[in-house]
């Protein structure tokens, strides 16, 4: 059964450092999305990214985040500068379509740890 | 306005047992509400989604139950099993007409614990 996979597994950073969290949608899907969950916390959306472009982002996702797909497979999340809050699991999604009712899919997460 | 609000936090259910999970919502605009199933070191994965046009949907041992009027809806997981175990998030998204992008907007979960 194809799945989202998403790597590294577990990723310890500095603060003020730069992270590149990496996603592989699943192959036919065409619309990517980042969420995070803070320990203990809800799941949070972050932002979704349709035909190389951002269709929505939260308040959360400011300039120092950004995606990209910089091939036909992989979706990356970069934090710029990681600050202690970006301590979090991030979680990569992938639906066929955008319609509402089209499941999205999401990966096992990377756990973040900022220093 | 965004927001939908998840209770219990955790639940403790014998096996057999009923478990029930409550979710709430304000925003008139949802049109989907999906119930995810996480366990430990998993993402969340679909368990099962209702339309506001129904008031029940089953599938198997799950239930959800869907109050429009109230913009309430709860998920109902009979005869309880040990390897039902997990994390149970509901969600809600809006119509994508009216919609940019389709997001999903979490409750807080509710950690299920079912003793055998």
Redo the contacts between chains.
Sequence with gaps: EPE?TQTPSHQVTQMGQEVILRCVPISNHL?F?W?RQILG?????LV?F?NNEI??K?EIFDDQFSVERPDGSNFTLKIRSTKLEDSAMY?C?S?VS????????????TRLTVL | QQQVKQSPQSLIVQKGGISIINCAYENTAFDYFPWYQQFPGKGPALLIAIRPDVSEKKEGRFTISFNKSAKQFSLHIMDSQPGDSATYFCAATEDMIKAAGNKLTFGGGTRVLVKP
């Design positions: 989202v619309y999305y969420y916390q809800k799941v949070e959306f979704s349709y269709s929505e939260s979680f999604a639906s955008r319609t509402v009712y089209n499941e999205q899919f999401f990966g096992p997460g």
